[in-house]
């Protein structure tokens, strides 16, 4: 459960809220001028965070680049053209022309 606590009682009792951030693995939303601030959280879950963000940025890029290589074939294809017989080189190329 989301714990609330204002800016001054973070303050005074910064070890106490760590600890208990830390045990209960629940973050905790920092009040300023009765508006949440910030939120504390453990570092785990920061770490578990970035890495589905990576695998997420991963995936989207090989997801762009398999829909690329199949639009590329199209084009290809409709220019008469057997993605067999032509090179990286001759590939750029005719991207360069198209």
Do not use: C, H
């Not at 800016?7 to 300023?32: F, H, M, N, W």
């Not at 578990?48 to 290589?69: F, I, M, P, V």
């Not at 639009?71 to 017989?85: R, Y």
């Amino acid at each position: 459960m989301l714990q609330l606590i204002n800016i001054s009682q973070a303050r005074a009792k910064l070890s106490d809220v760590i600890a208990r951030i830390q045990q209960t693995g629940e973050p905790t939303v920092i009040i300023q001028d009765s508006k949440p601030v910030v939120v504390i959280y453990p570092y785990e879950e920061e770490m578990r965070r970035q890495q589905k963000e990576t695998q997420d940025w991963q995936d989207e890029y090989k997801k762009a680049l398999e829909d690329s290589k199949k639009s590329f074939q199209k084009w290809l294809a409709k220019k008469g053209i057997d993605v067999q017989d032509i090179d990286e080189d001759q590939a750029y190329e005719l991207i360069k022309q198209a």
